[in-house]
């Protein structure tokens, strides 16, 4: 009697310990396993050649760009107060000598002020704005392309992911291997692309918008300076 309840409890706990054998098993099997990040990239296929341009591209773009406005938005302090004192010593040449000397949009902007020294005050002002405006399209070169890529990205990611998916499931189709190891396999392979080209997407939008807030501090420098030179213009020589 009591051997046969120790051959019954053997019976039903042994399966159950393989089994639970076999989880632990499969377990560290399925933590052993990883795959680095340049493979990860690889398995997203042909479409990641184009992902990978435009994530070039955009880099090159914005460098290029933050190092140009940056030097844009640079001006001596001083460079106003020698402006005004020229001016108020009716020394016209040599505060056109310093505008044409200073590399700066404002610099520039204020060298068109100087030169028009002598004509009304909305005509001044109107040859300074359009000044302005040709720095600002100066500033903005190229910056279009960041906003392309930030729309463009996402877009080729998921046309990546889609392709993907026709391929697994005509695979599936011939196969006719329709387990989940199979089909999720070939979906988070092909995903690698979306992800892809969102992150691509997001980083070219965040540097485009970044450089629009760069490119409104320095318009706000060249309103500011153009204010100030107008009321110098409007004192009273000594």
Do not use: C
Not at 43 to 66: C, D, H, Y
Not at 74 to 93: T, W
Not at 107 to 120: E, F, H, L, N, W
Not at 203 to 224: H, R
Request: hydrophobic share 50%; no cysteine.
């Amino acid at each position: 009697m009591l051997l046969g309840l120790i051959t019954l409890l053997q019976d039903q706990l042994l399966p159950k310990a393989d089994t639970v054998a076999q989880g632990v098993t499969a377990a560290a099997a399925t933590a052993d396993k990883h795959i680095s990040l340049l493979e990860l990239l690889k398995n997203g296929g042909v479409l990641m050649i184009p992902l990978g341009l435009l994530s070039v591209i955009a880099v090159f773009v914005f460098v290029e760009r933050w190092l140009t406005i940056s030097k844009a938005g640079k001006l001596e302090d001083n460079f106003m107060p020698m402006i005004r004192d020229q001016i108020m010593n009716g020394n016209i040449q040599a505060a056109r000598s310093l505008a044409k000397n200073t590399n700066s949009p404002i610099a520039r902007t204020i060298d068109k002020g100087i030169q028009r020294i002598g004509k009304p005050i909305d005509a001044i002002e109107k040859s300074m704005e359009n000044v302005g405006k040709l720095e600002v399209y100066r500033m903005e070169k190229n910056l279009v392309i960041l906003s392309i890529i930030a729309g463009i990205a996402p877009m080729f990611g998921f046309l990546g992911t889609i392709a993907g998916m026709i391929q697994t499931f005509f695979n599936i189709s011939i196969t006719s291997d329709i387990t989940l190891g199979t089909i999720a396999g070939g979906i988070y392979v092909k995903m690698i692309t979306s992800a892809t080209g969102l992150i691509i997407g997001i980083i070219a939008f965040i540097g485009y918008s970044f450089l629009n807030a760069q490119i409104d501090k320095v318009v706000n420098k060249m309103e500011s300076a153009s204010a100030e030179f107008v009321d110098i213009l409007q004192e009273p020589t000594r």
